[in-house]
């Protein structure tokens, strides 16, 4: 089991993961995704809304999907992840999470290498210029 990840917290992270993240949405769970030159491993946040189910819902789709991120057979390009859970995601059982999650992240993974270094947008977040995807 790999260390655990520190959790994005600060509110301009937010922002930028926001305004330049790549977005992929799945069944159950959306992720975005923020490419870091500067990170060396890859930070968590999760969302989950009131509309996926209770307290224990919630915090047991929450303590699901961040399993499913520490069992991963490979290590998560190194950036900003928030995974943000569907309203169906309190509802379904591990193995379907499992599932949806890594589908998710694959095409995540893709979209950010299709973009690849010279895309204006890419380009504008490493200097700091807005310019949203």
């Known amino acids: 089991m790999r260390a655990a990840s520190v959790r994005i917290s600060a509110k301009s992270d937010f922002a930028q993961l926001r305004k330049s993240g790549i977005r992929n949405h ?59 859970a569907k309203t169906g995601s309190g509802s379904a059982d591990f193995e379907t999470l499992r599932a949806d999650l890594k589908s998710t992240l694959r095409s995540v993974a893709v979209r950010s290498e299709r973009l690849g270094q010279n895309d204006p947008r890419l380009v504008a977040m490493k200097s700091g210029v807005s310019g949203g995807i």
């Open 26 to 84: 799945g069944e159950l769970l959306s992720v975005t995704f923020l490419p870091s030159e500067v990170e060396t491993s890859y930070r968590l946040a999760f969302a989950v809304s009131k509309k996926v189910g209770n307290a224990v819902i919630r915090n047991r789709v929450r303590r699901r999907v961040k399993a499913i991120f520490m069992e991963l057979d490979y290590t998560p390009d190194p950036g900003l992840y928030l995974v943000v």
